[in-house]
């Protein structure tokens, strides 16, 4: 069983920027993609941004593209999402993620194995 516990977030000026840290335990780090999903008030949870074991492979939500910049330490079993540029509708609770690294790609809720339990940004206008 891996648990993942989120830290980084608060409340930001649009056009700021925050860096979101994810600590894993309870498992070896190093055999999972890490990655964020976020949900604002009313809507879906979204992807954000996944990377695989090795850092070679990383993916990225379309509504964060060039702002966003995901990385992990295998050493410290931790994953980072760097958020720059950040706008009001980036506002939402943010969720780590881990997964079997079994596939490529963008990965739906339905194929993540842990979840966080969330961490809440808030970008002001």
């Known amino acids: 069983q891996v648990q993942l516990v989120e830290s980084g977030g608060g409340l930001v000026q649009a056009g700021g920027s925050l860096r979101l840290s994810c600590a894993a335990s309870g498992g070896t780090f190093s055999r999972y993609a890490m990655g964020w999903f976020r949900q604002a008030p009313g809507k879906e949870r979204e992807f954000v941004a996944r990377?695989?074991?090795?850092?070679?492979?990383?993916y990225y939500g379309d509504s964060v593209k060039g702002r966003f910049a995901i990385s992990r330490d295998n050493a410290k079993n931790t994953v980072y999402l760097q958020m720059n540029s950040l706008k009001p509708e980036d506002t939402a609770v943010y969720y780590c993620?881990?997964?079997?690294?079994?596939?490529?790609?963008?990965?739906?809720?339905?194929?993540?194995?842990?979840w966080g339990q969330g961490t809440l940004v808030t970008v002001s206008s």
């Open positions: 993620t881990a997964d079997g690294d079994t596939y490529l790609g963008i990965p739906t809720v339905g194929a993540i194995d842990y």
């Open positions: 990377i695989n074991w090795s850092s070679l492979r990383t």
